[in-house]
Structure formats: C-alpha cells, structure tokens
C-alpha cells in the first residue's frame, strides 16, 4: 500500500519560510515523477513543482518562481519542498504526489499515479 507521510506546514508570517517533507512508504520513488500541488479553499488544484525522475529536471508553477524549490532523496524516499518569502497566497493545503513518465508535462498534476493528504500552511500576519 502507497502511503505518504507530509510534515512541515504550519502558520507563518508574510516573508517567512517553511520546509514540506514527503516521506514515500510502499513503492520506490525512484520509479517516479514526483511533485508538489496545492489546493485552497474555493479555488482549483495548482501544480506547484515537479522533479523528474531521470534526469531531475525541475518544473515550477510561474507563482512560485525563484522563492521554492524542490528536491529529492531517493535513498530516503523523500521529497522536499523549500519555500521562502511567503504571500499570504501561497495559503493552501500542500501534497505530494508520483506521476507516470520520464519527465514533469506541464500538466502533470492532471495525471497523479498516487497522492498525499496534504499539510496545511497559512501564512498570515
């Protein structure tokens, strides 16, 4: 059985930073795509980043740019999402998920193969 175990979300202050951790227990990461989607309350599921499984290229939604960044630990069946420089719309639930494919389509969030609960960050003053 696929399971993930997210930590790190929590309340932050505009400006601030957080680091998300995906644990991957039942299947090897190294297998898959991996990456980040969030959803906030009222409005639709936004990819956030993904990290190929090949050649570790990287992909990032343009609302992210520069202040996130995503890796991986295949070793330890982790991924992480660093984000710096918190808006108060980056407020979201936070999950990782495994998509299909040698590398990230811009549209792989359509397409999990399996996915998280997610981990809520607000950030808020």
């Known amino acids: 059985q696929v399971r993930f175990v997210e930590s790190g979300g929590g309340l932050v202050q505009p400006g601030g930073s957080l680091r998300l951790s995906c644990v991957l227990s039942?299947?090897?990461?190294?297998?898959?795509?991996v990456g980040w989607f969030r959803q906030a309350p009222g409005k639709e599921r936004e990819g956030v980043s993904c990290?190929?499984?090949?050649?570790?290229?990287?992909i990032y939604a343009d609302s992210v740019k520069g202040r996130f960044t995503i890796s991986r630990d295949d070793l330890k069946n982790t991924v992480y999402l660093q984000m710096n420089s918190l808006k108060s719309e980056d407020t979201a639930s936070y999950s990782c998920a495994l998509s299909y494919g040698s590398r990230c389509l811009p549209k792989w969030y359509d397409d999990m193969a399996y996915w998280g609960e997610g981990t809520l960050v607000n950030v808020s003053s």
């Open positions: 990290i190929s499984s090949s050649e570790r290229s990287t």
């Open positions: 039942g299947e090897r990461l190294n297998y898959y795509n």
